[in-house]
């Protein structure tokens, strides 16, 4: 079944949108390279925070209740534990933020088990997902496959959002995320893959090319899954961006949608080919 060509975005919306992304790539490929681990937990936090805090405004306007202060205090703490202890120091922020969410729902008769969930969940699909950038980071080779983690988003992002725009006639969830298309997809998994080929020639990495396409092939599905949960976030709570902090991509939420769930898939995947 097809549909009519999805209406182009403006020359000035791509070049707005392009911008952004490349200040905020410069961000993270600087502190990837000359700030090790410890430096990307500090823009990894900075992000997390913002885009966490965006997530909590969204589900308040749903009429939910979290405690920010314990959510956010666990967002910036995670990076830093990923930094300094490991998958380790994120199982300890992750059991703090979960003790200390319950005792809040214990002392106060007036939350609700549904505010309580949120909290915890709010810093999970956020902090803890993105804090796997860093445990990439951590890996041996982890400046290569760190850098190709952020280049790979970037590039699903980038060309997905081109051609799903200018060729784009079947939509893939257009209850969810109109403007998302199958041509986009399609786009999007290609040069992802072909980020993650690269590095198989250009870093070594001990893994091999079947395993790196294997990478890139599940980023690229994780990024769409990011991007559609989050649209499904906005459209029930009846808005257009998270926010609008960040010039052409609205929120930090928008973003970093599909970095989320592709930092935690990523660093599962490189494990799992044998990267240490």
């Known amino acids: 079944m097809t549909d009519q060509p999805m209406k182009p975005r403006?020359?000035?919306?791509f070049w707005l949108r392009l911008a952004t992304a490349l200040a905020i790539g410069v961000a993270f490929l600087g502190s990837i390279v000359f700030g090790g681990s410890l430096g990307l937990a500090v823009v990894v936090a900075f992000v997390a925070v913002a885009a966490a805090a965006?997530?909590?405004s969204i589900l308040r306007r749903e009429r939910r209740l979290p405690?920010?202060?314990?959510?956010?205090?666990?967002v910036a703490a995670m990076p830093f534990a990923a930094s300094l202890y490991g998958p380790y120091g994120l199982t300890i922020v992750m059991s703090a933020l979960v003790i200390a969410s319950l005792l809040w729902h214990i002392t106060f008769p007036q939350v609700r088990a549904a505010d309580t969930a949120v909290t915890v969940f709010g810093a999970v699909y956020v902090g803890f997902t993105l804090a796997h950038l860093v445990l990439i980071r951590e890996l041996d080779a982890g400046t290569?496959?760190?850098i190709?983690?952020?280049a790979a988003v970037w590039a699903n992002d980038t060309f997905a959002y081109v051609i799903g725009s200018s060729l784009g006639r079947h939509r893939m969830a257009p209850h969810i995320s109109p403007k998302k298309s199958w041509e986009g997809f399609i786009a999007g998994t290609l040069f992802t893959t072909l980020v993650w080929v690269a590095v198989y020639y250009v870093a070594d990495t001990g893994l091999s090319l079947a395993w790196l396409i294997t990478v890139g092939l599940a980023a690229s599905c994780a990024a769409v899954v990011g991007d559609?949960?989050?649209?499904r976030l906005k459209r029930e709570a009846l808005m257009k961006d998270s926010s609008g902090w960040l010039p052409g991509h609205g929120g930090f939420l928008d973003r970093f949608d599909s970095m989320i769930l592709v930092?935690?898939?990523t660093y599962h995947m490189l494990v799992l080919a044998g990267a240490r």
Do not use: C, H, Q
């Open 228 to 231: 559609l949960a989050e649209s």
């Open 54 to 56: 965006e997530f909590y």
């Open 67 to 74: 405690n920010e202060l314990f959510g956010l205090a666990a």
């Open 10 to 13: 403006t020359l000035k919306d």
């Open 148 to 150: 190709a983690t952020v």
């Open 263 to 265: 930092s935690i898939v």
């Open 144 to 146: 290569e496959l760190a």
